[in-house]
């Protein structure tokens, strides 16, 4: 093989080579699901299962007219095929807009091409906040230090030499260096946990761990409730066809037809809205965890401001030297220019002064140097850090504690008698000025951190900068109007101590990575639901571990690749969107699983006493598919979109279980009495049954109504519109002979009417008494 040349890499010719071999970096990146897995996951699930096997039953008895239920599962299947469909389109649109470039040397020419567009032996530039997109060989470096915690679970950072292998997955976090690919594609190791942060999965969430759970429940008693229902259908001495469409029709009652759809589809419909957004949704539940989330920690740097530095002042400590001219050979000299070296650089020209050595800035040092050939060594840093080994004068310290409580980041520039090294300072070292910066807080910042205010959210910001610098920073955005800052670097090692300290301050100062990790844990352990936002290389931990990660569009490639939501345009003034949908979701999910299962828990109690009385089925399946799309089916689709205000509020499953089984068991009750009546009054079974079905469809609607609150005029339209539907159903010939309703005698329905109204009271009490203020505060 022919090996690349050390400096310019690879020839166009060499690329085009190797991509004929197959040896290119070409992988399928998991960004949504396949169009197979959605079509699988809609059509092969356990319910459709079920019904389909009784639809198959009810068509070879030849009762055509009671399959409806077997169109609404397949209508109900494509609805959820093309909803998710859509919100795969979407991500897909989104991600590849978000991905990030691979940094190429090839013919001497340094490019930005796709990940996939690396070959193997592509010589490869690395800057910090860089993910490492193949393995490879370290072929120069210059104070380069690799990030593996995502590989390794190991958060200190490891120096790399020359030589050294490098694995992909782990990124850049000081320093620069080249390297040579070896591994590329499937090949490459953890390629998968490279890509971890682009699949679209449904992980777990409160929301869908609460339905899962409850559909489990529902479906673990089909078959027990089956057998005994078509024991009691051959003991009330009915035909064979009628055993068998009664029984058919007690499982269909049960079976929640559409909720999961509907709840798939919510979820579709909100990635695809904040899409609309400029926000890329990396885990469709990351939209319910921030609905859920009640401490949003925000770094300063890049997510507060805007990362453009507005001002750059030096003022002299010590006589006698250029510094301006200092400036500009230091950040010169500097490879990895962040923002902070592009502001100074930008203001003082490099004079262009021989480099003996560097160091490169890192989080956990807070500082960089450069050594000049015939200029000494220069430091530039945390005026804290640099302090503690220069024993500034007390001038010196309260000049800089002053312009820090003005708001300027500040920086001191030093000089030392030998070259520092990675590891440590030399000392003594002089301090010679202070470089006064002041960043733009971001336009957007004060109105979001007020929204967060007025929902409950506490926010905290967690800045690797001065804590008078970041308090300052903090008040101009909104967040801090009183109050003192924390220094971490006293921050103490128990943990207990470490949440009290979260609990009680709102703005923290000179935080290292390690640090930042450590406090979103210790605000974990205390209940809270943390949504942590960052842009840098030194956020990456603390987004890794939050309950939501939250990176900045124009943040570094590592940030992008841990976090579950990713700002595309930086804009703050959506995170209150993000949130307004979050909670729109869960509570209108909460909404919809109510309606669909008070008609759950209804069937139930029939069965159980039908079980008991051996009486006649109160229904035909037609009749349970009438009341499920009528009062429930077509409603929930309007009610799951509906805006919806309401905080987030624990105890998902509880909620609904207080809600479904004393109402559905009113309904029940009922319903039963309306049919028991009519058939005591000589009343044939279909005229009975006719008889239940409108009992049943008026307090489905009734309880439709109460969970529509509050009214909108769109709601009141839907609920208007469901009540016309209905009595056209009951007017139309052809309807009612299609539903087999068959008007029961004026006193026969007066009695039913009187169930139903009985059962609107009984239920308009316990909603006043125990539930208004919790379904609908």
Known sequence: MEEPRLLDGLTEAEVSQRIKEGRVNSYVRKTSRTYSDIICSNVLTRFNAVLGGLFLIVIFLGAINDALFGLLMIINSLIGIIQEIRAKRTLDNLALISSPKAKVIREGRQLEIPYDQVVQDDLLVLHPGDQVVVDGIIVAEEGLEIDESVLTGESIPIAKDAGDELLSGSHAVAGTGRYRSVRVGSQAYAQELADKARK???????????????????????IPVALLLFYSQVRAGLSTHDIYIGTIAGIVGIIPQGLVLVTSMALAVSVINLGRQRVLVQELPAVEILARVDVLCVDKTGTLTDGTIQTCKVIELESGYDIPTVLGAFCGAVAAKNSTIAAIEANYPDPHWTVAGTVPFSSDRKWSSASFKDHGHWILGAPEILMTDSHPSD??????????????????????????????????????????????????????????????????????????????????AGIANGGSAYDVRSLPDDDDAVAQIMETYEVFGRVTPEQKQRMVKALQTRGHVVAMTGDGVNDVLALKDADLGLAVGSGVAATKSVARIILLDGKFATLPKIVAEGRRLIANIERVANLYLVKTMCVMILNLVTLIAGLPYPFLPRHLSLVSEVTIGIPSFFLALAPNTRRYQPGFIGRILRFVLPIGSIAGIFTLASFYLALQGGTPLEEARTAATLTLLLISMWVLLLLAHPLTRKKTALIIGMNFLLLCVFLIPFSRSFFALNMPPLNIAARSLIMTAGSILAIEVYWRLRLKDIINP
């Open 395 to 476: 001038q010196t310290a309260a000049l800089y504690e002053e312009f820090a409580q003005k708001g300027y980041r500040v920086l001191m520039l030093a000089r030392s008698h030998k070259p520092p090294t990675q590891r440590r300072l030399p000392a003594p070292i002089q301090p010679v000025g202070l470089v006064l910066l002041e960043e733009k807080v971001r336009d957007d910042v004060a109105a979001s951190m007020n929204f967060f205010k007025k929902q409950g959210v506490a926010i905290k910001v967690i800045s690797g900068d001065n804590p008078l610098t970041a308090l300052s920073v903090a008040r101009r």
């Open 200 to 222: 679209f999965r449904l992980s777990k969430s409160e929301l869908r761990e609460g339905i899962d759970q409850l559909l489990r429940w529902i479906f673990r008693a089909i």
